[in-house]
């Protein structure tokens, strides 16, 4: 069974960092891209950031470039993205999935991202 | 990165049928056959429910179809059943660089 368990959410003052994990586990990681999608309260989807299965292309919507970083770890089945420079606009449930056909086939219960003083 | 336009609300008689649309511009929907569509229910993690404009994953019922003609993108939802009422987003691949874009959601009421 594919199972994405996000980890690293809180609160965070402005300017602030944090780093989201997302475990992975249930099927070959290395072989898919990974996707961040993040949802603020009462809001819609936005995608936020992707990576290529080996880790060596990463793409980000123009809100989060330059202060967000996705990464991965294919020995440990582990997403990342480190969040730094916060502001309460990215306050939001982010959530960690997978993408198979251009589309998100699998999604993370997701972990909340609270940005504030 | 402009998100893609759907009604912010619908609604349906159980039974009935439905159609979401979804517009977007000639560099998304109108450029790729990448739609892809999902259901949310409160509280909980979106679902695949077509992708690829018109594909249905396994597991999805039939009642769900999608479709697309210009820039604007589909989806129909028939025989309208109480646990289809949810939230409905439709997303869009939008090139190398902005790679995705959502729409704003639709919300569906069954009545």
């Known amino acids: 069974e594919v199972q994405l368990v996000e980890s690293g959410g809180g609160l965070v003052q402005p300017g602030g960092s944090l780093r989201l994990s997302c475990a992975a586990s249930?099927?070959?990681?290395?072989?898919?891209?990974m996707h961040w999608v993040r949802q603020a309260p009462g809001k819609g989807l936005v995608w936020v950031s992707r990576?290529?299965?080996?880790?060596?292309?990463?793409n980000y919507a123009d809100s989060v470039k330059g202060r967000f970083t996705i990464s991965r770890d294919n020995a440990k089945n582990t997403l990342y993205l480190q969040m730094n420079s916060l502001r309460a606009e990215d306050t939001a449930v982010y959530y960690c999935?997978?993408?198979?056909?251009?589309?998100?086939?699998?999604w993370g219960q997701g972990t909340l991202v609270t940005v504030s003083s | 990165q402009s998100a893609l336009t759907q009604p912010a609300s619908v609604s349906g008689s159980l039974g009935q049928s439905i159609t979401i649309s979804c517009t977007g511009t000639?560099?998304?929907?109108?450029?790729?056959?990448?739609v892809s569509w999902y259901q949310q229910h409160p509280g909980k993690a979106p679902k695949l429910m077509i992708y690829?404009?018109?594909k249905r994953p396994s597991g999805v019922s039939n009642r769900f179809s999608g479709s697309k003609s210009g820039n604007t993108a589909s989806l129909t939802i028939s025989g309208l059943q109480a646990e289809d009422e949810a939230d409905y987003y439709c997303?869009?691949?939008?090139?190398?660089?902005?790679?995705?874009?959502f729409g704003g959601g639709t919300r569906l009421t069954v009545l």
């Open positions: 990576i290529n299965s080996d880790g060596s292309s990463t």
């Open positions: 249930g099927f070959t990681f290395s072989s898919y891209w």
């Open positions: 997303c869009s691949y939008a090139g190398f660089t902005t790679l995705w874009v």
């Open positions: 690829e404009v018109s």
């Open positions: 999935t997978r993408s198979v056909n251009y589309a998100v086939d699998y």
């Open positions: 000639s560099s998304d929907v109108g450029n790729y056959n990448l």
